[in-house]
């Protein structure tokens, strides 16, 4: 389902993520758990990676930016559904830029192809999520555009909670 590389202005080329990218993925994610403050959540291991994104019938995909040959960037996505839309939409999990890599165009780069598969794709939206307090990704997404979804409120079941729900008997 992921597109062939698409090359940016030179140098920065977008491509699919392969197995052979589990450790750079996995660095990528902690960058980013360090920059959100949670790497103490990262749970992530090599096995979990090549589960979910390179195993026989994935469900999310990603990709990796690259400035020349050097990694700067990754983005993990899949694909949701709307029923009001009757639409597949494209959900970014994680965009991340390392901090050294920045403003020379990569996160731009990312979501031009993650928008371009959207497109390719049939899909109705475009979504993700942002922390409040993350005021240069918020900046940045308002320059594309972007809407934030105020009327919303995100929940999550994680971990005993869950697990509670899943062993409930049914009502």
Same mark, same amino acid.
């Given at each position: 389902?992921?597109?062939?590389?698409?090359?940016?202005?030179?140098?920065?080329?977008?491509?699919?993520?392969?197995?052979?990218?589990?450790?750079?993925?996995?660095?990528?994610?902690?960058?980013?758990?360090?920059?959100?403050?949670?790497?103490?959540?990262?749970?992530?291991?090599?096995?979990?990676?090549?589960?979910?994104?390179?195993?026989?019938?994935?469900?999310?995909?990603?990709?990796?930016?690259?400035?020349?040959?050097?990694?700067?960037?990754?983005?993990?996505?899949?694909?949701?559904?709307?029923?009001?839309?009757?639409?597949?939409?494209?959900? #970014?999990?994680?965009?991340?830029? =390392?901090?050294?890599? %920045?403003?020379?165009?990569? !996160?731009? /780069? +990312?979501?031009?192809?993650? *928008?371009?598969?959207?497109?390719?794709?049939?899909?109705?939206?475009?979504?993700?999520?942002?922390?409040?307090?993350?005021?240069?990704?918020?900046?940045?997404?308002?320059? #594309?555009?972007?809407?934030?979804? =105020?009327?919303?409120? %995100?929940?999550?079941?994680? !971990?005993? /909670? +869950?697990?509670?729900?899943? *062993?409930?008997?049914?009502?």
């Amino acid at each position: 389902m992921p597109l062939e590389p698409l090359p940016m202005t030179a140098p920065l080329t977008i491509r699919p993520a392969t197995i052979d990218d589990t450790d750079l993925i996995l660095h990528f994610v902690r960058e980013l758990a360090i920059y959100e403050k949670a790497e103490h959540e990262v749970l992530a291991t090599p096995a979990h990676v090549h589960r979910t994104l390179f195993g026989a019938n994935p469900k999310v995909f990603g990709l990796i930016c690259l400035d020349g040959d050097t990694p700067v960037g990754f983005a993990v996505y899949f694909f949701n559904y709307s029923t009001w839309q009757g639409q597949h939409g494209l959900y #970014l999990e994680d965009l991340y830029v =390392s901090p050294e890599q %920045r403003g020379k165009g990569a !996160g731009k /780069a +990312l979501l031009q192809h993650l *928008a371009r598969i959207a497109v390719e794709q049939d899909c109705g939206r475009f979504e993700w999520s942002v922390l409040d307090w993350n005021t240069p990704s918020i900046a940045f997404y308002d320059s #594309l555009d972007a809407k934030p979804q =105020s009327e919303w409120i %995100r929940y999550r079941l994680t !971990g005993t /909670a +869950l697990h509670a729900l899943a *062993a409930s008997p049914a009502a």
